[in-house]
């Protein structure tokens, strides 16, 4: 399965919000008979970055290009930015989704 954007919200960041997302999403994907993800992110996102590679065993496949468009106060702006490509397998949890993660409350 294809992971496109996770957004923490910045205020409930450094509490496993990112980490208990990405385990719910891997073995939700497992159970449907998914071995493989892949996931893209921004250069700018090194925590997630780290949470694929260090902890849910993802490969740094490549990187690109890209130019998004952003709403910027009443303007809309073209964003330049280098993501980074990565593929994992959906078993990097092997316990239930929801051990071992902090849920924020």
């Known amino acids: 399965f294809y992971l496109a954007e996770v957004f923490v919200n910045p205020e409930t960041r450094g509490q ?6 990405l385990r719910v999403l891997s073995h ?3 159970e449907q008979g998914f071995k493989d993800f892949s996931a893209r992110t921004s250069v700018n996102q090194p925590i997630i ?6 902890r849910m065993g993802c490969t740094v496949v490549g990187t690109e290009e890209v130019v ?3 709403l910027m ?15 994992g397998p959906t ?6 989704p929801y051990r071992g993660c902090h849920s924020g409350y």
Do not use: I, Y
């Open 68 to 70: 998004s468009r952003k």
């Open 49 to 54: 970055q780290h949470v694929l590679v260090e």
């Open 91 to 96: 078993n990097a949890f092997d316990t239930s």
């Open 28 to 30: 939700a994907a497992a």
């Open 16 to 21: 496993g919000t990112c980490q208990w997302l």
């Open 73 to 87: 106060g009443d303007q809309v702006v073209d964003a330049p930015d280098t993501r980074v490509l990565m593929v």
